[in-house]
């Protein structure tokens, strides 16, 4: 038996190729079924990820993904990797869950991907059976890194931080206030972009005030969805690249709120091999 394993969001696609004798780990662009249409898939997969396999051919492929939705969605990516792999088990599913079976494997638990973007749910072991709509990054995704860089940018245009912060923050990111509202407002991607202001808040930390924003962002996130599921009898589980590198103030925040924390980590992959080569 060869697995393929895939956890996919719309910049990066993370593949494992699973025998009994090795793991082999790919790498290509992400492969999102809402936003790209079949041609651009195609040429991922043939361009991207088919040389990489040394003509390894899977038995059975696990893809979970950014913008598999379910029905339709879900049917034309199986479709298409079945005409890649047209003797392979193919398993189309969504991150979430991908995410879910990570972080808790077969075991009930509350599971959160928080990177550019946000969303939990509960778990039951083998699927998802609740879900707080995360809202996106103008209603919700709370604990994103879109919203980081959201409350970030609000409380530093309004002088809130202080000088110097705004000038070392105009003249690292090489921008302005012109250039930053014609970035967010009138280009596309803006949730990519504020995430992508992530790095500099981080290095920020020591800086009450921006550790203070950072807080009640992860407050926001634990109130507005995690203390709606059964968080009294589950941890919290979390994957992303804002829940690693800010998980000892998620730890923090979680403490205070009574949520115990579990597992965090970086990327899903790991634990998704885990979990298909450990079936009960």
């Known amino acids: 038996m060869i697995l393929l394993i895939a956890d996919s969001g719309s910049t990066t696609t993370d593949w494992a190729v699973v025998s009994n004798t090795a793991t082999l780990h790919i790498k290509t662009p992400g492969i999102n079924p809402i936003h790209q249409d079949d041609t651009t898939i195609e040429c991922t997969i043939t361009q991207a990820l088919c040389p990489q396999m040394d003509d390894i051919s899977p038995t059975h492929i696990y893809f979970y993904g950014a913008g598999c939705v379910g029905g339709e969605t879900n049917m034309r990516l199986n479709d298409i990797l079945h005409r890649h792999f047209p003797n392979a088990h193919i398993e189309v599913e969504s991150d979430l869950l991908g995410a879910a079976r990570s972080l808790c494997g077969h075991n009930q638990g509350i599971a959160a991907i928080l990177g550019t973007g946000a969303n939990s749910c509960f778990y039951d072991g ?9 809202l996106g990054y103008i209603l919700g995704d709370e604990g994103s890194g879109a919203s980081l860089g959201k409350a970030f940018l609000r409380a530093l245009l309004r002088n809130e931080l202080g000088k110097e912060l705004l000038d070392e923050f ?3 990111v090489d921008t302005d206030y012109r250039k930053l509202i014609t970035r967010i407002y009138r280009e596309p991607a803006a949730n990519r972009f504020l995430a992508s202001l992530s790095p500099f808040i981080a290095s920020h930390l020591d800086n009450e005030a921006v550790r203070s924003i950072v807080a009640d962002t992860f407050a926001s996130f634990i109130d507005n969805h995690i203390k709606r599921y059964d968080y009294n009898n589950s941890p919290l589980h979390l994957t992303g690249s804002v829940a690693y590198y800010y998980r000892h103030i998620i730890a ?11 597992t965090i980590t970086r990327s899903p992959i790991k634990g998704l091999i885990t979990y298909h080569t450990n079936k009960p």
């Open 126 to 134: 083998s699927d998802i059976v609740a879900n707080i709509p995360p």
């Open 170 to 172: 105009y003249t690292t």
């Open 252 to 262: 923090e925040v979680a403490l205070h709120r009574g949520i115990e924390i579990g």
